[in-house]
Nanobody
Framework: QVQPVESGGGLVQAGGSLRLSCAVS????????TGWFRQAPGKEREFVGF??????DYADSVKGRFTISRDIAKNTVYLQMDSLKPEDTAVYYC?????????????????WGQGTQVTVSS
């Protein structure tokens, strides 16, 4: 069973940085798409970005500020968040797909972590 586990959330001031980690147990994930999503209070879950092999893509709202990377040996994917804004406040989720390829929809992912809270103060 694949189990993503997020960590690294917290409280940060606007303009600051945080790095989230997603440790994936149960299967090596080099072949599979791993995505990040977020959900703010009262809003729908939204796509943040994904990584598959060395390819990444991001939502326009975070492009140029967020970077996804991975350490295959550690079965871990990272979300580096820089120049954070109050509107980035949300619970951030890591998700893993059974298959590869670009995936921006939550329905395309099979395994989800429990989420980690990120709060950006103004």
């Amino acid at each position: 069973q694949v189990q993503p586990v997020e960590s690294g959330g917290g409280l940060v001031q606007a303009g600051g940085s945080l790095r989230l980690s997603c440790a994936v147990s149960g299967r090596t994930f080099g072949w599979y798409t791993t995505g990040w999503f977020r959900q703010a209070p009262g809003k729908e879950r939204e796509f943040v970005g994904f990584i598959v092999w060395g390819d990444t893509d991001y939502a326009d709202s975070v492009k140029g500020r967020f970077t996804i990377s991975r350490d295959i040996a550690k079965n871990t994917v990272y979300l580096q968040m820089d120049s954070l804004k109050p509107e980035d406040t949300a619970v951030y989720y890591c998700a893993v797909s059974h298959s590869g390829g670009p995936k921006t929809r939550g329905d395309d992912y099979d395994y989800w972590g429990q989420g980690t809270q990120v709060t950006v103060s103004s």
